[in-house]
């Protein structure tokens, strides 16, 4: 079945620790996106790249680093520097074919400091 | 610069009767709009898009939206809600050139289902 896959679900880090959420999509497709979700602040954009070792910063980036080695990966590293990193992370791919092209998310994964 | 507003963070309905989600959404080009779904703990699913063809748009479970260029509005609409409809619901808007067609996302609409 083609998807996105986040793995873990769950994770936890102590204060001070860097972090890699993974996200890997066998969709083929060109472009995938980071987002962060708070309560109430809906889904806020972390990085997105639309093609493969290109990424740009969204709107939320500092604390945060990625790579776009391969196509199918974005992996997401939170680092110590990010202030506030407890949330729920959510990464997204689209086929970046212009106008109507819809973004097709994994299930997510809830990062909690301890 | 694209943006959306959602104008309800929660909208309480009982089983049985319509369901109104509001969005208002702001764009210099052109944009797509889209309406996901996600229940908790869960990945986003679409629910319909709008791409320039028809401005009603129909999607999955019953759902429709319409797109009201005069009015910049995108409403999200259902004849009768049912209880697995309570979730979370998100308009999003895309646009290009600048927008790089990245989604933009309002802040949620919570819907509340009473039996």
């Known amino acids: 079945d083609g998807g996105i896959t986040q793995s873990p679900k769950y994770l936890f880090r102590k204060e001070g620790q860097n972090v890699t959420l993974s996200c890997e999509q066998n969709?083929?497709?060109?472009?995938m996106y980071w987002y962060r979700q708070d309560p109430g602040q809906g889904l806020r954009l972390i990085y997105y790249s639309q093609i493969v070792n290109d990424f740009q910063k969204g709107d939320i980036a500092e604390g945060y680093s990625v790579s776009r080695e391969k196509k199918e990966s974005f992996p997401l590293t939170v680092t110590s520097a990010q202030k506030n990193p407890t949330a729920f992370y959510l990464c997204?791919?689209?086929?970046?074919?212009?106008?109507?092209?819809?973004?097709?998310f994994g299930q997510g994964t809830r990062l909690t400091v301890v | 610069a694209q943006s959306v507003t959602q104008l309800d963070s929660h909208v309480s309905v009982s089983e049985g009767t319509p369901v109104l989600l509001r969005c208002n959404y702001s764009?210099?080009?052109?944009?797509?709009l889209f309406w996901y779904v996600q229940h908790p703990n869960k990945g986003l699913q679409l629910l319909l898009k709008?791409?320039?063809?028809?401005?009603l748009v129909k999607g999955i479970n019953g759902f429709e939206a319409e797109f009201k260029k005069s009015e910049t509005s995108f409403h999200l609409t259902k004849p009768s809600a049912h209880m697995s409809d309570a979730a979370e619901y998100f308009c999003v808007v895309s646009e290009g050139p600048r927008g790089s067609y990245i989604p933009t996302f309002g802040r949620g609409t919570s819907l509340i289902v009473h039996p």
């Open positions: 997204a791919s689209s086929l970046h074919r212009g106008r109507g092209t819809e973004a097709f």
């Open positions: 764009s210099s080009y052109s944009p797509s």
């Open positions: 969709l083929n497709h060109d472009a």
């Open positions: 709008y791409t320039s063809a028809a401005t």
